[in-house]
């Protein structure tokens, strides 16, 4: 070890010697030796020969002994050096080949930044892969929920397996609201357990976390805020702890405030909760998420506490409605959050690999292409004494240069298109906020350029550095074979199937979406707009404020230009609705509890969503504010209790409390959206509309307003928003569009498509790329020959569509091998498409016509030069 | 080609380091004296003794300086250090070693 240390240093020192010194001591030897000739009776000048002959090549020997000072980085220096020379002298291909590895290897580091933060990185709490999330589920069913009762949250925390387990229940849609400079705002909250800061091994930034007898009714009169909350609504003023603040259900002490950019463990970043309180017993709504987080005592391996849930789940009985599950599913929270998304995921990854191999194949092109003109250069060097290794580390060296000067601005490009990628991402991902090009992307970035340099350089560097050396000497053009042609088709045929793929991928995933898209919901969802309100007991006291409240609201926003139509409603078309066991029809027996929806309505709900009625009457205005007695039902629920009857004119029985007559029937619209796009139909499910009714009951403390409009382009947001800032300043307006609404549901296909159509189409164009690039080469290479041909009579038009042949055999090879592979590798898609088989002929014939159309271009556009070569001057050229 | 340099090289430097045993001498000189005690049964390639000499002197076995040949001109003068003349021993035994056991598998009928 010392030895080798000392000897490098010696090396160095030594490398300091000055070539003449090397050059002095060699020409003393060569006068040595020719005196030593002169004295065996030679002549001085045959003397001299002799001794340089002897000698063997005086350069050869001289690189030799320059050699042996050689450190390696000398060496690496040189290569370095003499690669940026040789890419000086071709910028074209340098640029190509730049700019296809940029593009691939952003790609990969694009989609490698979000795999990597969705699926590998650990999340940010302390030692995160023993925290668990325990799920309700039915094992019959498959169906997967998040409520438990207290019972069965008890026996959790009991557990012998779990250490520490917390109730996380945010309130997305509920919010409360803080009076604070004698105006209400509105907040969004969630409750968590004492136990939430151990559970996840975290602590607050300020202040404390909740203590358990603060679990207590009564006792619960502490909140944390969340950073971003403490920084916009209190100026993030350290004196907010201990602070009490007035809540609409009590005054609440301010305790601690959570840190930044804090994770939260179940909610996708665009609800995190602003506010959290203690959880108080005992869990009231039914319908509410409460997601049960817990961390494993250490050494307890998930297995046994997938067994002790088991046994937990069997000592209840299954009231899955109620909250007692069939039985329970633990997964560690990773999974939980990123797991629906791996497969997809993991998929898209595969597809980027294909991109950045045709990249790869591309530059691997060029290089062979190039390789085959720098014969020459490469014969002199191994006459003169380069070994084959040494040649074959110097066009190493220059691959990985290329690789790193791609990678660079690949990186570059990355970060800029990452955001906008990341909004797209499909919602229920939670990693949103930890993405970012960190040092784990950069280390697998760095990892992947080297691997690309590999694959694309091993190949040209083997062919360049086996240097023939007398054929490329003597021919002074060598122009006459082309090297390693078999080998650069066989990239263009695997180039060509990895293209397909893609494009085939892509064009299936644009097909689903444009049918997504296209799916009739029953009613027109382009043009109608959405926004939620909810009023604070302190602002709007009484039923009478409230409803004063409404109708100037509704009528503000028939004002807005452009509006058609205005109407209320407890729950939007598609979307909730009450699904409550609360319907009954007098003289039957008593009905299922998912038997219908309940949507409580105003009267321009009908015209506004654009339901017309197929019988009857929609209610007037009269009918709302007194006790609502009437009611309009669907065509399907008037087919499912009076089949063949006429339902106008019999009672229902809603909420108990009323006992109403139908007065009109409208037709179905889908009651919810397609859950995933592998479903086919939307639900359409019996629905019973009932006025709107008094806003005594707390239920209608909450709007929301939907608004049709003229023209179902404009952006109605700022107009809408600016009425309900009007009317009610504490409000968080939010407004939105159907259809986009809709879209967002489609999130996963949608990103698919966008990717895919992506990569597909930078895959083609790499791809025709490669192929005008070897065309334009072949050309250039075969001059000669092609000149001979037409000197011996062949047609312009024949000479070019030999080239144009010898090109597309091999793509037209590699569609067809692309074409089998898509057939095959298709099928991982079938769980996101939508109507459409993986398989789809249309596609797959359209998407292959396209692609052998683009490479006939490619071809054909260089080929054309070979037509106007002049045969006399193409057999000059030597 | 390699593994036949290879062999060569070692062998070279074994020579040359016993050349060099006798006192100080410049490239020249070593081919010459090693032609003529082997009774021209061995000639030494230029190409091949520089790099050697380059590289023992690297490995600190032999060290050179410039100084004034027979003909006044001037040339490279390499001397065997402390370290190498250990190093010649080790390789001394080495070869013999080496060459009887060779010896005795030839010797096999």
Known sequence: MLRKVTTRIRAFIHSRNPDHEIDEELRFHLEMQARANMEHGMTHPEAQRAAVIRMNGLEQVKEAVRDTHRTFFDSLALDVRYALRTFRRSPGFTAVAIVTLALGIGATTCLYSVVDAALFRPLPYDHPDRIVRLQSWDIQTGVVGEAVTRDVFDAIQNAQTIDSASLYVPFAIDSTVLIRHGEAEVFRTADISASFFRVLGVQPLLGRPFRPEEEQPGQDGVAILDFATWQRSFGGDTGIIGRELPFEDGNRTVVGVMPAGFLYPAMAASLRPDILFPFVAPLARRNLSSFVVARLRSGVPLKAAQAEADVIAARFPARPLDGNPAGIRVLTLQESLAGRLRPSLLQLLGAVAGLLLIACLNVANLLLARGGAREQEFALRAALGASRPRLFRQLLTESVLLSAAGAGPGVLLSSWILPSLLARLPGRFQIVPHVGIDSRVLVVVLAVTAASSLVFGVWPALAGSRANLTEPLKSAGARRYEPQRAGRSLLLVVESALALVLLIGAGLMINTVIRLERIDYGFETHGLWMTRVRLAENRYPDAVRVAQFYDRLEEQLRRIPGVRDVAGADSPPLFGGMVGGLLGIPGRPPLQPRAANVRHVTASYFSTVGMPFVKGRGFTDRDELASPSVAVINESMAKRFWPGQDAIGQTLLVDKKWDVQIIGIVRDVCESPAQNASLRLSVVEPAVYVPAGDATDRLFRARFFLVRTADSDRDMSSPIARQVEMLAPEQRVDVSEYSQNLGRGFAEPRFFALLLGIFGGLGMTLAAVGIGGITAYSVTRKTYEIGIRLALGATPRQVVSTLVLSVLIPVSAGLGLGFGASLILCRMLQRLLYEITPTDPWTFVGVTMVLGLVALIASYVPARRAACIDPMIALKTQ | ?109
């Not at chain 2, 090289?9 to 490239?27: A, E, N, R, V």
């Open chain 2, 1 to 109: 080609m390699a593994k036949k340099t290879d062999l060569m090289q070692g062998t070279l430097d074994l020579l040359i380091l016993k050349t060099l045993s006798l006192g100080p001498m410049h490239g020249w000189g070593i081919t010459q004296r090693i032609e003529q005690v082997s009774r021209q049964k061995l000639r030494i390639n230029p190409g091949s003794l520089y790099p050697s000499l380059h590289r023992l002197e690297i490995k600190g076995w032999i060290s050179s300086e410039l100084g004034a040949s027979e003909a006044n001109r001037r040339a490279r003068f390499y001397k065997l250090t402390a370290a190498g003349r250990r190093r010649l021993t080790v390789e001394t035994n080495d070869w013999e070693r080496i060459t009887e056991a060779v010896e005795l598998i030839l010797k096999m009928a």
